[in-house]
Every structure is written in structure tokens, then in C-alpha cells.
């Protein structure tokens, strides 16, 4: 969870499940003048929305709880001048560990970050081929991550684990693989394809063209002739 984010449990009579679980809930003045006043926003997953979760093994699950039982037992002795600083190094741990089983679930679960991929390339070959670009441009990355009932954060930290590229570097990808097709297959002038494709401004489009293909839209249609 992050700061300002709503959390409610509903009791189900019918779950006969026995469920158990902890919260574990800091006042923000407590990281002051510690490392981690500044370092905690490192930490992607606190941008993550309700759709994400961090699936743990039992051994990652047995990990995360001795170390809030550390914090827990610390917390609840006799508080010296080095109680904050050993509550702050546990945290500290703790949130690395999360990293680590968050960026090691990207490459786990290969399956269902597979399925969302395949799901982003289809989205963005949809939106490319449809009248969306003249319309409303450019797609952004909360749109598709919206589209995929996916966190921006989240997306991004999958995509760059399975391809190596941002949200944004793919949905560029996409846009130079459409341009291309367009300056080799019509005789559409510069301005008619950026136009078709979401630009204001033609000199934009032939910006960005050449920084991704070291060639402007001219001289890669001219390589064609």
C-alpha cells in the first residue's frame, strides 16, 4: 500500500478459511533524519495500484514475517537512543526484500507477464491501426496501463524485466514500426503521416523518427527507391 490509499476488509460469513495476516503502519515523521527519509521513494511498488500483488514461496513469506517480528519486538521494549535506528534498519530490509521478490516474480510468473505483454502488443497495434491517433493522438502511458488494469509503476518495472524497454519505449517502437510501413507502402507526404499518426507537428514526428532510426522520414523512404 502507499500513503493515502484507501484499505477496507469485508468479513465473509461463508469463508470458512481461517485468514491471519499484519499490517505493519508508520507514521511519516518517524523517517526523519534517517536514510530512508529520502530513499523510500526508490521503492516502485508504492506507486502500485490495487491491481498489483506480491506473491511470496513460503520461505520468502517466512522472511518478511521474522523480520516484522524483529520490528515488533522491538518496538515493544524499552526504547533506547538506538531503538529508532534498529526499527529503520529492519524496515530498510524489509523494503529490499520486496524489491528483490518483486523484480524475481517478473521473471516467475512468466506465464501471466507473457499474457500481459501479448495483451500490451495487441492494444497498441489496435490503437494504431484505428482512427484513435487523429482523434485523440498519441497513446500515454496511464492510458495503457488503464487499458491493461495495470499501475504505470508496475508495467514499466515488468516490461524493462522482459524486454529490456519502458512503457513509453514501446509504444514509440510501435509508432516507428507504423511510420515506416507508411513511408515505404504510400505516397503519403511527411506531414500527411504525421498527421495520420496523432502529430501536431510534423517536425516533431521527424524528430523523433531520426533519433530512433539515425535517419530522417526522407531518407529512409529514399533508401527504398
Known amino acids: 500500500m502507499a500513503p493515502n490509499q484507501i484499505l477496507r476488509v469485508n ?3 461463508d469463508d470458512t478459511v481461517q485468514r491471519s495476516g499484519w499490517l505493519l503502519l508508520i ?3 518517524f523517517f526523519w533524519g534517517t536514510s530512508l527519509a529520502t530513499k523510500i521513494k526508490k521503492y516502485e511498488f508504492f506507486d502500485y495500484a490495487v491491481n498489483e500483488a506480491l506473491f ?3 520461505k520468502e513469506e517466512g522472511i518478511l514475517n521474522n523480520l516484522v517480528a524483529n520490528i515488533r519486538q522491538e518496538y515493544r521494549s524499552n526504547m533506547d537512543k538506538f531503538s529508532q535506528n534498529i526499527i529503520i534498519s ?3 530490509t524489509l523494503l529490499n526484500y520486496s524489491e528483490r521478490f518483486y523484480q524475481r516474480q517478473f521473471l516467475t510468473r512468466k506465464i501471466t507477464n507473457h499474457q500481459v505483454l501479448t495483451r500490451l502488443e495487441k492494444l497498441l497495434t489496435d490503437y494504431f491501426d484505428s482512427d484513435d491517433l487523429v482523434a485523440k493522438g498519441l497513446p500515454t502511458v496511464k492510458y495503457i496501463s488503464d487499458a491493461l488494469h495495470i499501475s504505470p509503476s508496475y508495467l ?4 524493462k524485466v522482459l524486454t ?3 512503457t513509453q519505449q514501446h509504444i514509440h517502437a510501435t509508432l516507428i514500426e507504423k511510420a515506416k510501413e507508411k513511408l515505404s507502402t504510400t505516397d503519403l507526404s511527411v506531414s500527411e503521416i504525421a498527421y495520420e499518426l496523432g502529430f501536431e507537428h510534423s ?3 521527424s524528430k523523433l523518427f531520426k533519433t530512433k532510426t539515425n535517419l530522417s522520414p526522407l531518407e529512409f523512404r529514399q533508401s527504398f527507391n
Open 156 to 159: 514499466s518495472g515488468l516490461l
Open 56 to 58: 511470496l514461496s513460503d
Open 164 to 166: 529490456g524497454q519502458s
Open 27 to 29: 507514521h511519516p515523521d
Open 203 to 205: 517536425q516533431s514526428f
Open 90 to 92: 529492519h524496515i530498510e
Open 11 to 13: 468479513n465473509n460469513p
